[in-house]
């Protein structure tokens, strides 16, 4: 079974930074794309950024030269680094992992920035 679980959300400060992690288990993780979405009440998840098996990257518009997307295949971990965080930055942050039996995701993690 495919488990994805995130971890470190929380509250920060503008212009702070956090660093989210993106734990998978019961794949052969190394194989496949994983992003980062992310979702505002009542609106819809958007996509925030992408890695693929080999490590190239995407981002969206509204991140790019802020957060960075990495992935360790020996951890089946994949972080998102986040800096020069900003209000509208705040949302529930999931990751996301699209596999030949499925499309899996986390339980999400709370971004909050405000001072």
């Known amino acids: 079974q495919v488990q994805l679980v995130e971890s470190g959300g929380g509250l920060v400060q503008p212009g702070g930074s956090l660093r989210l992690s993106c734990a998978v288990s019961?794949?052969?993780?190394?194989?496949?794309?994983i992003n980062w979405y992310r979702q505002d009440p009542g609106k819809l998840r958007k996509l925030v950024a992408t890695?693929?098996?080999?490590?190239?990257?995407n981002y969206a518009d509204s991140v790019k030269g802020r957060f960075t997307i990495s992935r360790d295949n020996a951890k089946n971990t994949v972080y998102l680094q986040m800096n020069n965080l900003k209000p509208e930055d705040t949302a529930v942050y999931y990751c996301?992992?699209?596999?030949?039996?499925?499309?899996?995701w986390g339980q999400g993690t709370q971004v909050t920035v405000s001072s």
């Open positions: 996301n992992l699209n596999g030949p039996s499925g499309t899996y």
């Open positions: 890695i693929t098996s080999g490590g190239l990257t």
């Open positions: 019961g794949t052969i993780f190394s194989i496949y794309p």
